[in-house]
């Protein structure tokens, strides 16, 4: 009888305490500093051209073989790259978000974005293409291989739900 | 203004102010009046089911520290009515092994059941239009249980019909639970039938109302009754025959639409049935508090009696709901163990002590509690000897005790 | 109370009416199919009924199987760390866990060393895993016998802890973050602060677990005694994790064999009498305490440094095989490597499954038993059919 009236009481407690849920999509959730959303490519401001060199070795480690590219000879000559991506394009649809295409690029030119909300009715319109991948790569900072900055980051939880 | 000369279907006390056409008989002695009561009754039941399924979601949800339906109206509220026309615009499946003809019966045959007993619930005392019963039977303790006990037909209906096994195998569970917890049921009524020396509900309301509430009288009866209707309404922990992680839904899986919504609503409308049953049998119906009616204040409760039954009701509604997400649930041979091992010697144990006390007068009532708690020691303390004894206790090792795998004879 | 006396009466299933008087019975083959609530997964029972009783069970598993091992081999670049993320989603539920595992085997083969800050946040993540893990079967029990809350106050937890993961690894659930060396990237600097804020509430969390369920009257008599294994039956089928410590025999292979920085740490193991169903629910929840108590004496002596050791950039272990064993949060979870010391990716990687090996008591657990019986038999055995299937 104990033990009844034990898990009545708990749930009576549980009643009166605020519920955990979070309102999606009214609230958005609070995202880490480290949070990987979709792949996406750096643009280098200071020579107004994307990062990419089409060295192919982020499409050779995906895992999930999503990454397709093909280069062309570089032609502006702003940064001493050999080549420079023509067509950069992630199936979204395959990929499992792993991040290690951004672990492996020797040149720092992609990053993970904080970009999840990427539902469509379509799958054929989970391919990104490069402008695509630079648009949502807008407003990304490097990540990997930088120190954590000081001070508090984005998204942590607020202790004074604790008990 | 008790009910005494009630073998005429007609309205008691009739009001001076109501005009003789609404009262006059007309369809086999049905007068307007009462065409007009019954509309009102079949749709304040539909409306309160779909208030009390808003209740149990939103319990349910607070209780698992979630929130509940949200979006439908305020505070999810008009959820209900848009489940009810998902249901009603859903396709009518029906498979191609049931029965052409019984399929179709047997929702209706668990529904009108239930709907016929609000028939004989007093929900209040004489007020405005007159005794707040449709139908003040002189037999109302036995209508009330008779006349649900056609659910069990319906349920076996519908688990045969379907052409399932899973039904076949949920329509077997059903009845043998209905059937085990009917005579509970009735042994805990026998005692407020003796207590109230009537079987119509409104004279026991009234004689709980000069006596003290049958809760404080009759202990045992109320737990056992309670039981047993949560029993009765398959609602958990008594919710085996429709388990939904083992056999997903029992003799209702193959109804969809509005046939499952049936089933559905006669599931609700026997809570708020039995529930009201509880009420006014064992709660003191629309009395106030206990003990009002002694201290002269029976005036609240015949201005506001309708509400304080409803409060009542209310709250047992919300404990039945509120132990379906406490509980885990009864295996089938426990289920019935429960019911012939527990609640019908129980229900013995009320009901001769309540004759004795009836019969022969407080002193050997006295003596009767005695002896019966006499009789729950010896058995508690057997059972306290035959248990095992570390329930929760568990052995926790030191470092030192473990095996390495070489001392197993595991390749390493 | 006088519910008192008819519990031990519970504990007794009736004899089958049919074995007393001796009558002709249909048996029913009952599918409980790839989909169905109770099942963890994708996992098909066939059950022979005689009435209520199960007279045969067949398992049919598969349903799930993703060639978890065969794409650990797919090589051109980065195979090690390729097999990696397959092998997050086998096991789903203790991915950290696994994650050791694996880095373990790659470390041995390769003959990299770790440096301590890395061993020591490898412990406490692992350690998070595992409370993680039992959290959520805590939640699928209680729903297999019936009472659905237990799954949310389950899940209540786990939320914050999948917060962690977020913001140390990235991805909620799969984070692979450990590399053979050590980890990927340091943890964030509030690191300490928020681990130590998630064990204080699972504290209160484990103690609202337990008055929810463990001392109710019907969660005993449902689980009590039931799917009784003995000890010799259940070192011949090779089972280990609770299933083998509930038999009463204290194997942990965190403490047979202590890998990593295990035996730096003080904690206990939990061990049964019986074997059934209860005691395995019982030693989970003590596992989690002393998952607690582990990760606080870690993060007391947590040191600073370094979190990568000597792994070379492009990782071609050199030939060899490694097979490296450790405590997952469902029993012995091994990783067999063999690297051909060519390609950039293992010549063949084997997960040994715990689940997989224990879902063989089944058939002994479920025998004999009721259908309602099998599904809590089942939900004891905690199996997570990523890892069963592979």
């Known amino acids: 009888m104990r033990g009844v009236l034990g898990g009545f009481l708990q749930t009576l407690k549980s009643f009166l305490t605020k519920p955990v849920t979070r309102l999606y999509p009214y609230e958005k959730p609070p995202l880490e500093a480290r949070f990987m959303g979709a792949p996406s490519l750096l643009w280098d401001d200071a020579v107004d051209e994307v990062v990419c060199v089409a060295c192919n070795i982020c499409a050779r480690s995906c895992p999930d073989d999503c990454i397709t590219l093909t280069g062309d000879k570089y032609t502006a000559g702003k940064t001493n790259k050999k080549n420079i991506i023509k067509d950069y394009f992630i199936d979204l649809g395959r990929c499992s978000y792993c991040g290690i295409c951004v672990e492996v690029c020797p040149f720092d030119a992609n990053e993970m974005s904080p970009h999840f909300e990427l539902s469509t009715y379509d799958r054929m319109t989970l391919i990104y293409d490069k402008d695509q991948l630079i648009e949502i790569g807008r407003g990304v900072t490097r990540r990997t291989g930088k120190p954590e900055p000081v001070g508090p980051l984005p998204g942590i939880l607020d202790p004074s739900t604790y008990r | 203004m008790t009910n005494n000369a009630a073998s005429e279907l007609t309205l008691q006390a009739v009001p001076s102010w109501m005009p003789a056409f609404l009262v006059a008989p007309m369809i086999g002695g049905l007068s307007l009046a009462d065409l007009i009561a019954l509309v009102v009754l079949l749709l304040f039941v539909l409306n309160f089911v779909m208030i009390e399924i808003w209740m149990e979601r939103k319990v349910a949800g607070h209780v698992q520290l979630r929130r509940g339906p949200l979006h439908v109206g305020p505070h999810g509220s008009l959820q209900s009515p848009a489940d009810v026309l998902k249901l009603l615009t859903k396709e009518d499946l029906t498979p191609v092994a049931a029965d052409p003809i019984v399929f179709p019966m047997a929702p209706y045959l668990v529904f009108v059941p239930v709907f016929l007993t609000f028939l004989v619930i007093p929900w209040g005392p004489l007020v405005l239009f007159g005794n707040f019963v449709i139908r003040p039977f002189d037999l109302g303790l036995v209508y009330m249980v008779a006349i649900p006990a056609m659910q069990g037909i319906g349920l076996v209906m519908a688990g045969w019909s379907s052409g399932n096994k899973y039904s076949l195998l949920g329509s077997a569970r059903v009845v043998a639970q209905l059937i085990s917890y009917e005579l509970p049921m009735v042994i805990a009524l026998l005692g407020v039938a003796m207590m109230a020396e009537s079987l119509n509900l409104t004279t026991i309301v009234e004689s709980q109302m000069k006596q003290g509430w049958n809760v404080f009288l009759q202990p045992i009866g109320f737990l056992v009754f309670f039981l047993a209707t949560m029993s009765e309404m398959s609602r958990a922990p008594f919710d085996i025959a429709v388990a939904e992680s083992e056999i997903v839904g029992g003799p209702f899986v193959e109804y969809s639409g509005m046939r499952w919504g049936m089933f559905y609503l006669a599931e609700f409308a026997a809570v708020c049935l039995n529930s009201a049953l509880s009420t006014a049998l064992f709660l003191g119906g629309w009395e106030l508090f206990p003990g009002s009616h002694a201290l002269g204040l029976g005036w609240i409760s015949d201005q506001f009696g309708l509400l304080f039954f409803m409060g009542k009701m209310i709250v047992l509604v919300v404990i039945i709901q509120w132990a379906r997400f406490v509980l885990p649930r009864l295996r089938i041979d426990q289920l019935m163990d429960f019911a012939w091992k527990f609640l019908l010697p129980a229900g013995f144990v009320n009901f001769i002590l309540t004759a004795i006390l009836q019969v022969f007068g407080f002193v050997p009532f006295a003596i009767g509690i005695g002896l019966t708690l006499a009789l729950a020691a010896v058995l508690l303390a057997t059972y306290q000897a035959r248990r095992s004894p570390s329930t929760v206790a568990l052995i926790r090792t030191s470092p030192e005790a473990v095996p390495t795998s070489q001392g197993l004879g595991l390749p390493v | ?390």
Request: with cysteine; hydrophobic share 40%; charged share 25%.
């Open chain 3, 1 to 390: 109370m006088a519910i008192a006396p008819s519990i031990d009466m519970l504990l007794e299933p009736a004899p089958s009416v049919a074995e007393e008087r001796n009558l002709e019975t249909v048996e029913m083959t009952i599918n409980m199919g790839p989909q169905h609530p109770s099942t963890h997964g994708v996992f098909r029972m066939v059950l022979t009924l005689e009435g209520e009783r199960v007279k045969n069970v067949q398992s049919h598993i598969g349903y799930l199987h993703r060639g978890a091992e065969k794409l650990g081999e797919s090589g051109d670049l980065e195979g090690y760390r390729k097999a990696m993320i397959t092998l997050d989603r086998t096991d789903y539920l203790s991915s950290l866990l696994n994650e050791h595992a694996y880095v373990m085997a790659v470390e041995k083969l390769a003959g990299i060393s770790v440096p301590e800050r890395a061993e020591y946040i490898r412990v406490i993540l692992g350690e998070i895993t595992r409370i993680n893990s039992h959290c959520m079967f805590y939640g699928a029990f209680g729903a297999d016998s019936g009472a659905t809350t237990p799954f949310m106050y389950a899940f209540a937890l786990r939320e914050e802890i999948q917060q962690l993961f977020e913001a140390v690894g990235g991805a909620r659930m799969f984070p692979n973050y450990y590399r053979a060396g050590g980890l990927r990237e340091d943890v964030p600097h509030d690191f300490v602060r928020r681990v130590q804020t998630i064990i204080d509430r699972a504290l209160y969390a484990f103690d609202d677990f337990d008055n929810l369920i463990t001392t109710n009257e019907i969660f005993l008599s449902r689980t009590r005694g039931l799917g009784i294994i003995d000890q010799t039956r259940a070192l011949d089928l090779g089972v280990s994790g609770p299933l083998l410590r509930a038999t009463g025999l204290p194997y942990d292979v965190r403490r047979s064999e202590p890998y990593s920085i295990y035996d730096r740490f003080a904690f206990d193991v939990p061990v049964g009498t019986t074997g059934d169903c209860y005691e395995r629910y019982l030693i989970r929840q003590e596992e989690m305490r002393q998952s607690v108590r582990i990760i606080d004496q870690a993060l007391k002596d947590l040191p600073g440094g370094p979190t990568m050791g000597n792994a070379p950039k492009a990782l071609r272990p050199p030939k060899g095989e490694a097979y490296v064993r450790i405590e997952n949060s469902r029993g012995d979870f091994g990783v067999y490597l063999v690297s051909d010391g060519k390609s950039s990716a293992p010549y063949r990687v084997k997960y040994r499954s715990p689940c997989f090996v224990n879902l063989q008591s089944l058939n002994d657990m479920v025998i004999g038993t009721y259908i309602a019986d099998a599904v809590v038999a089942l939900g004891s055995i905690d199996i997570v059919l990523g890892e069963v299937d592979r």
